[in-house]
């Protein structure tokens, strides 16, 4: 299949990427290198093509223009920089490439920030998503995989989170989720034709294997791991953990860690789902447990070999205590379960660190 999957340079995007590309589908990848950084495509050229790890060029731009298109991969990825908003470019990238499905990863996503600049969200997330949507309907490509969030949740009322747990946005990024959420449901109502998968992400962290791609963030992480990553590298002086007196087993906040490696898999079995079975699937991907806080540093620590300095500090707004998924629907439905454990997420995540200049 040839897919364009938007916000593809992006940390789950370019992991995603990798793997539809092992699988045999041709990728076109449209990003603004809003939250990215153009030597994904080298890293990714690297993984693809073999070469030895330490010859990689992991810090070589590509050469691309705007919808120019050429990366060393030829067909296997085409790059179209530009906005998943631009309506006269997608309509072009859809004429250009024989797409048969969209993986929708483009948008904002740091909730701090969300509430700080909602419009801008709104924009981004929800703008984004219509014009993507209509974009496909004028081209008769109505096969999706939707970035969705276990944001979604809100403030969930009990662990595990099952799909069918009450739905609730606590800020405007969460909103803007929920809305796209509602509005592919909508769509999927009027015309059967489409096959949509909404895949709800716990807490995406690690990187590929090989070191030559992980989540690279612009500007300072707001994310737990990477920050650890920064810290234990002595790129940041020390993490602050954001409230100490949660209910939980050692007072410090609970999630469900899912390696992006495990994730990008899923998004392969979502997509093999829709094109046999079509409709609309709703899932969540994570690993199924959740882990404190403390728990992950102390990871951290030991599997780099390095002190994490922190300091408890007040709770950070909007965040809950615990939040982790029930993942037994994504298991039966497509016979998917996170493989990789938190000692592989994070020394994942360091093997990338400490390749990062
Ligand atoms: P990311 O920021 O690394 O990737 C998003 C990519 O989209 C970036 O490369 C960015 O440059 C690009 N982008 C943003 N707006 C764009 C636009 N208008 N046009 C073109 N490109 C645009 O984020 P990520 O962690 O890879 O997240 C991918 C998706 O998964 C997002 O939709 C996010 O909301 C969702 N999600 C992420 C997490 C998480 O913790 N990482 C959790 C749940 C859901
Ligand atoms: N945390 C700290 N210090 C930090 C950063 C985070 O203590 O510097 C704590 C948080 O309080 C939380 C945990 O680490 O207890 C995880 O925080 P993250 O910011 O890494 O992740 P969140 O669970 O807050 O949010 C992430 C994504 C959201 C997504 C959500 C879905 O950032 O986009 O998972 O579960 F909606």
């Known amino acids: 299949?040839?897919?364009?999957?938007?916000?593809?340079?992006?940390?789950?995007?370019?992991?995603?990427?990798?793997?539809?590309?092992?699988?045999?589908?041709?990728?076109?990848?449209?990003?603004?290198?809003?939250?990215?950084?153009?030597?994904?495509?080298?890293?990714?050229?690297?993984?693809?093509?073999?070469?030895?790890?330490?010859?990689?060029?992991?810090?070589?731009?590509?050469?691309?223009?705007?919808?120019?298109?050429?990366?060393?991969?030829?067909?296997?990825?085409?790059?179209?920089?530009?906005?998943?908003?631009?309506?006269?470019?997608l309509g072009q990238v859809f004429a250009a490439h024989s797409i048969e499905a969209v993986i929708h990863f483009a948008a904002l996503k740091a909730v701090g920030e969300s509430v700080q600049r909602p419009l801008?969200?709104?924009?981004?997330?929800?703008?984004?998503?219509?014009?993507?949507?209509?974009?496909?309907?004028?081209?008769?490509?109505?096969?999706?995989?939707?970035?969705?969030?276990?944001?979604?949740?809100?403030?969930?009322t009990q662990v595990p989170i099952r799909e069918d747990a009450p739905l609730e946005a606590t800020n405007p990024y969460g909103h803007s989720k929920l809305m796209v959420e509602g509005i592919l449901e909508n769509v999927c109502q009027a015309d059967a034709a489409w096959r949509v998968a909404r895949l709800r992400y716990f807490n995406p962290i690690g990187a590929h294997e090989s070191g030559l791609i992980g989540e690279n963030p612009q500007g300072v992480p707001s994310n737990l791991v990477p920050y650890i990553a920064r810290v234990a590298a002595g790129k940041l002086a020390k993490l602050q953990v954001y409230g100490g007196d949660y209910p939980t087993r050692d007072g410090t906040g609970v999630r469900d860690y899912v390696h992006v490696m495990d994730l990008?898999?899923?998004?392969?079995?979502?997509?093999?789902?829709?094109?046999?079975?079509?409709?609309?699937?709703?899932?969540?991907?994570?690993?199924?447990?959740?882990y404190s806080v403390l728990e992950v540093l102390r990871m951290f620590e030991q599997v780099s070999a390095s002190p994490v300095a922190f300091e408890v500090v007040p709770r950070r707004p909007g965040d809950v205590a615990e939040c982790w998924a029930d993942t037994g629907a994504a298991l039966k439905i497509l016979g998917w379960k996170a493989?990789?454990?938190?000692?592989?997420?994070?020394?994942?995540?360091?093997?990338?660190?400490?390749?990062?200049?």
């Open 1 to 89: 299949m040839s897919i364009l999957v938007t916000g593809g340079a992006g940390y789950i995007g370019s992991h995603t990427c990798l793997k539809l590309i092992e699988a045999g589908h041709e990728v076109v990848l449209l990003d603004n290198f809003c939250n990215s950084h153009r030597s994904v495509l080298a890293g990714l050229e690297a993984i693809v093509s073999k070469a030895p790890v330490d010859e990689a060029p992991a810090k070589k731009a590509p050469v691309d223009k705007a919808g120019a298109g050429k990366t060393g991969m030829g067909k296997a990825l085409v790059l179209v920089e530009g906005d998943v908003r631009d309506a006269g470019l």
């Open 339 to 357: 493989q990789r454990n938190l000692a592989t997420m994070c020394l994942d995540t360091w093997r990338w660190q400490k390749q990062q200049a």
């Open 120 to 156: 801008d969200y709104y924009d981004n997330n929800l703008s984004g998503s219509l014009v993507l949507l209509k974009a496909m309907r004028e081209a008769g490509v109505k096969t999706l995989v939707f970035s969705s969030s276990a944001t979604v949740y809100g403030n969930p």
């Open 264 to 290: 990008a898999e899923g998004h392969l079995k979502a997509l093999e789902y829709l094109h046999a079975h079509g409709g609309l699937l709703t899932l969540n991907l994570g690993g199924g447990r959740g």
